[in-house]
């Protein structure tokens, strides 16, 4: 086996600063140790939304407890939100400095010491305080776990677990409500977020042990051995192995006959450069308009439903059918993302969505009517925008994930994530109004249907979409008889 010289080392840490990194990764096999990784990371995620549902299932204790009216929590239940926004632009502008472990692990860690603290909270003001912190801390988690998910895992892996990152939290939503299920009775408001926060503080300290570094970070910051190292962990290749397929990845980069998930380019602009604005741009839109649309149903649905006249039981299965089908779309991705690409996987969700939400109104009225399939259909349809929301949401992640180049790429995704979290906030406090605006929710639904207009002007402003696979990697059996001979 042969070894490299000097001149080829430094050649692997310049190569490795424009994207050598996630091509190299992009072709190995998935093995146990990516599973392993995936886990982690999935679990991290899912704490946002189990702690989440966890406070909203125990509002009514605290308001019982605290002897309050329930409208006064209201700057409790949002805090969160608004300290995820503050956290994921702080989040991706530390990891661009500090490296993505290093704030995934410690931001995970105060988010967990934030959820304890939520079970000594003694008033609303108090209560709102921790939860604007523990957002924030959670909030600078997200960013780097899907910049991190983007490079580390096989190319044909990359969409699924966006996929498996998007419905995350709506996953980590049923296990909260489980929670709370078992644990309200015996251990009371208090002890379940002591328990949530025990479980967080437990997954965390699985990820100290488990979760790699991002390598591209060790070559930029010039730590060629350890990046060295953590390709090993991740793909169980020995050094020198590593160091001979890399030359053989950075040479097909050089010239053209390999691609790679993000860009060879710098841009001393960072996001807002001239040569990523357009992606942010393009980008921003879509995920404003489509998490408006989420955060609109997820929140308003139940109450719209049930002020139209639909049974309590039909409102709750009407949001089982909603989260059940977005956690769906979210899994299923790879399976359109590989073969049509992201443009065109946003442009038709979106027109299918402003088709359904066209016809809401008309179809809750039928519902409510009674009429022979009227409630069949709406089921139908509901299930119809939650498929959408999280199939087009995931696919969203992973454009952004995998389309800035390295040196901001978190900062990318943060800058994402918080106008999605922003989306939120905006529909929680303007959602009531659009509702009462019109009879069946007709101002609200026109305004679903114009951010689906959105969310198509976004896709076809951004110019760094995800390509289907058969053009990312045009003669995959020529790259890894190149990657055979190259062992030899």
């Known amino acids: 086996m042969r070894s490299l010289t000097t001149t080829r080392t430094r050649k692997l840490t310049s190569l490795s600063s ?68 503050v956290g994921t632009l702080v989040g991706g502008w530390l990891e661009d400095r500090l490296g993505r472990r290093r704030v995934i692990l410690f931001s995970a860690t105060f988010f967990g010491i934030m959820t304890l603290a939520t079970s000594q909270a003694w008033d609303v003001t108090a209560l709102t305080g921790i939860r604007f ?28 677990v966006m996929g498996l990152l998007a419905v995350g939290i709506p996953l980590g939503g049923v296990i909260g409500a489980g929670i709370a299920l078992v644990a309200i009775g015996p251990l009371g408001w208090r002890g379940c977020f002591v328990l949530v ?11 100290w042990r488990g979760l790699p570094e991002s390598p591209s970070y060790y070559f930029m910051s010039g730590s060629v051995e350890k990046a060295v190292s953590t390709l090993h962990r991740i793909t169980g290749r020995s050094a020198d192995e590593i160091r001979t397929l890399a030359d053989a990845v950075a040479v097909e980069v050089h010239d053209g006959t390999t691609a790679t998930d993000g860009y060879n380019e710098t841009d001393d602009g960072g996001i807002f450069g001239s040569r990523s604005l357009r992606l942010t741009v393009g980008a921003s839109i879509s995920f404003f308009a489509l998490f408006f649309i ?31 089908m ?23 969700g979106a027109v299918v969505a402003a088709g359904v939400l066209a016809s809401m109104p008309m179809l809750i009225s039928v519902a409510v009517d009674g009429s022979g399939g009227g409630e069949i259909a709406l089921f139908v349809s509901i299930a119809a925008i939650g498929f959408i929301i999280g199939y087009v949401g995931a ?42 605006a019109a009879t069946s929710g007709v101002m609200f639904f026109v305004t679903l249907v114009a951010m689906s207009v959105f969310s198509v002007i976004g896709a076809l402003i951004n ?24 062992l030899e």
């Open 294 to 324: 989420t955060y609109g149903f997820l929140n308003w649905q139940p109450a719209l439903l049930e002020s139209a006249g639909l049974a309590l039981d039909t409102v709750l299965q009407a949001s089982l059918v909603l989260n059940v």
């Open 197 to 207: 926060g025990v479980i967080t503080i437990a997954v965390v300290t699985a990820a």
């Open 18 to 85: 424009i994207d050598l990194v996630p091509a190299f990764l992009g072709r190995q096999q998935t093995c146990g140790r990516h599973v392993r990784i995936l886990a982690l990371v999935a679990a991290l995620i899912m704490l946002d939304g189990v702690d989440l549902q966890l406070l909203a299932l125990t509002t009514p204790l605290i308001v019982d407890d605290w002897e309050i009216d329930a409208a006064v929590m209201a700057p409790a239940l949002t805090a969160a939100l608004v300290g995820m926004a």
């Open 133 to 160: 912190l523990a957002g924030c801390g959670f909030g600078a988690v997200t960013p780097n776990i899907y910049s991190l998910s983007g490079e580390i895992f096989p190319a044909g892996l990359r969409a699924r």
């Open 326 to 348: 977005s956690t769906v779309g979210g899994l299923l991705v790879a399976v359109g993302l590989d073969r049509i690409g992201s443009r065109v996987t946003i442009i038709s």
């Open 395 to 436: 696919t969203l992640y992973a454009n952004v994930a995998v389309g800035y180049p390295i040196r901001f790429r978190s900062s990318g995704v943060g800058f994402a994530a918080a106008v999605a979290r922003s989306a939120g906030i905006v529909v929680t406090f303007t959602g009531g109004f659009l509702l009462s």
């Open 463 to 486: 110019n760094r979409q995800i390509v289907p696979f058969r053009r990312r990697l045009p003669d995959s059996r020529a790259a890894r008889h190149r990657d055979a001979r190259a």
